[in-house]
């Protein structure tokens, strides 16, 4: 039974979600075939019926001349309209609405007021400038202005702005002006002058409120003063004021921020009691306990918590299903949550979308990856900087550079401009199809357009010399970030060291390995094996095996170069 698009939002685990998909139509998401190359005739635009278990593709005849290349698994992927334009995306003048000539005249002041507050960067200077013969600023204005910055959590005009209120004699400062001092200080994460204010405000004999407190408690927090934030909500929990729903959710994520998962579990307990608690856990205090669960690594107890929420009868979002989502790394279990959230009737977010991606790109399952991000491109909904560099990565992983360079190219399309994580995905593609002249062409590119390339680009261009077994330009590449004061990471010592090794120069194995202990990097698991690995000689093995204090390991001497699995780290800070 054929799926229309008004039934794509809760699905069953097995039914068909109406994709776009570059694939011929005789290929499955599950198929790998080798074509020749040849013209051949191929409809455009074709329909994949996709749901995370299995695709199915559906063609609506319209054929074309199509020249399909090799045995590259998205042929024909560009003339097929990857990633085609949606009208959503395209840029559209804003058009404004003015109750009169007077209104229109006062919202363009008052604009070109809070651009000339961001050009100077000093809110009070540019306000001090708005006042004529010292009359007072019209309170509409000031107030616009802070509820504006507020929005925008620029929290240092917030801050500036009040502070020079209270030294104007023509402005009625108030308790919640202190209020929102105390917490724009508090977002900042700036504890000395939070509590400076708070305790301004006893002496001046304003009543203690739950907001001042928990703005206190969160400047603590911010600051990396753990104990102190927990200290302020103790003292509220036995003396008051009592503390809110905010204040929960606010100590929660400190205490989680912090590594206190037991001081976190035992709040979270007492809410859960229904005889002591006087509030009930609320959506984000399940979120906070599950992301807790997460850095703990607990996966079941995270479950559980999902679990508690339905009984509770906390409604799930698709924040919730997001959040499990991340636990897992198999495309599989991502998928079947995925399934799960559809079930219940959530309509995926762009997180969702590129969680999804991000585990079939990992798996190498480039085209169930292009299908999401259509999917999610006909959904309506705009895609991140970082979806974009997900799916990039997907097609860079198994060096499919034209259709890396689709999606870079679709970017600036889309009004996103490439960052450094875009350009080393996409040069991480060349590196990854053995193209080290066009690596090398890119990452001159990538200079002459004004960026400057990180560790995980000069790594990923190393990578790519070791590949190709160029140690003259490794060692080069090696200089290169030296001279641009970057060090190197375990990585790229790890690629190094093995590079020699792979070339019969243990010598210089050791002594890269060593190296890394040097520059403060103590060689991890993987580096340790590889200098195992490299060992032949019984001599060469009894050196290896003091070095890693591992005197009975036995090896196989199997070596091999760092592939893309290796540089997980690398693709983690790419997409992360």
């Known amino acids: 039974m054929e799926t229309t698009p008004s039934s794509i939002h809760g699905s069953r685990l097995h039914q068909n979600i109406c994709r776009r998909s570059p694939l011929p139509s005789a290929m499955t998401c599950n198929s790998r075939l080798t074509f020749p190359t040849t013209l051949i005739a191929n409809p455009l635009a074709p329909k994949l019926y996709f749901s995370s278990k299995h695709a199915i593709l559906k063609v609506r005849q319209s054929p074309s001349l199509l020249k399909v290349y090799g045995n590259n698994p998205l042929v024909g992927v560009i003339s097929m309209g990857m990633l085609a334009p949606r009208k959503f995306l395209k840029k559209r003048k804003n058009v404004e609405h003015f109750k009169d000539a007077a209104d229109e005249a006062d919202q363009k002041s008052w604009r070109r007021l809070m651009k000339e507050i961001e050009d100077t960067g000093s809110a009070s200077t540019v306000l001090r400038r708005q006042r004529t013969n010292d009359q007072s600023l019209p309170r509409e204005l000031v107030l616009g202005t802070l509820v504006r910055f507020k929005q925008m959590k620029k929290w240092h005009y917030v801050s500036e702005i009040l502070e020079w209120l209270r030294a104007q004699s023509w402005w009625d ?55 102190n934030a927990e200290a302020i909500f103790r003292r509220m929990q036995s003396s008051g004021p009592e503390p809110s729903a905010l204040t929960y959710q606010i100590i929660l994520k400190i205490l989680v921020e912090g590594n206190k998962f037991k001081e976190a579990e035992e709040v979270f307990e007492t809410l859960l009691d229904k005889e002591k608690s006087p509030l009930k856990p609320d959506q984000k205090m399940f979120h906070m306990m599950i992301y807790m669960y997460k850095k703990a690594g607990s996966y079941e107890k995270a479950r559980k918590q999902f679990a508690l929420m339905a009984e509770r009868g906390v409604k799930q979002s698709t924040v919730t299903y997001n959040s499990l989502m991340t636990f897992e790394t198999n495309y599989k279990e991502v998928s079947k949550i995925y399934d799960q959230m559809q079930r219940a009737g959530l309509r995926p977010d762009v997180v969702s979308y590129a969680l999804l991606i991000n585990a079939y790109g990992k ?31 997907a097609f860079a992983i ?43 062409n890119f990452f001159t590119r990538l200079k002459q357009d004004g960026l400057k390339p990180n560790v995980v680009t000069y790594g990923t261009l190393i990578k790519g010399y070791a590949k ?23 990585t790229i010592f790890t690629t190094l060291m093995d590079a020699y090794g792979k070339n019969r120069d243990f010598g210089s194995a050791v002594v890269w390995y060593k190296e890394m202990e040097s520059y403060g990097v103590p060689p991890d698991r993987k580096a340790k094996n590889i200098l195992l690995s490299l060992a032949k000689t019984a001599d060469e093995q009894k050196e290896a095996n003091q070095l890693v204090g591992c005197m009975e390991t036995k090896v196989n001497g199997f070596s091999k170069f760092l592939d893309e699995e290796d540089y997980d780290d690398i693709e983690e800070a790419l997409i992360l």
């Open 173 to 227: 400062f108030s308790e919640m002006d202190f209020v929102m001092l105390i917490t724009a200080y508090g977002k900042q994460g700036d504890f000395n002058k939070a509590e400076r204010i708070l305790s301004f405000m006893n002496k001046k004999g304003y009543v203690p409120s739950v907001v001042s407190h928990t703005a206190l408690m969160e400047a603590y927090g911010r600051g990396g003063r753990y104990n």
């Open 363 to 393: 798996a190498r399952r480039e085209e169930e990856a292009l299908a999401v991000f259509e999917e999610m491109l006909d959904a309506g909904i705009r895609p991140t900087h970082k979806s974009y560099n997900i799916l990039l990565d």
């Open 468 to 490: 190709v077994n160029n140690l003259e330009k490794m060692m080069e590449t090696y200089e290169e970030m030296q001279l641009s004061s970057i060090k190197a990471n375990q």
């Open 398 to 440: 198994s060096g499919m550079v034209e259709q890396a360079r689709t999606v870079f190219k679709s970017m600036r399309r889309d009004r996103y401009t490439p960052d450094i994580c875009s350009y080393t995905t996409m040069l991480s593609a060349y590196v990854n199809a053995s193209d080290m002249e066009s690596a090398e």
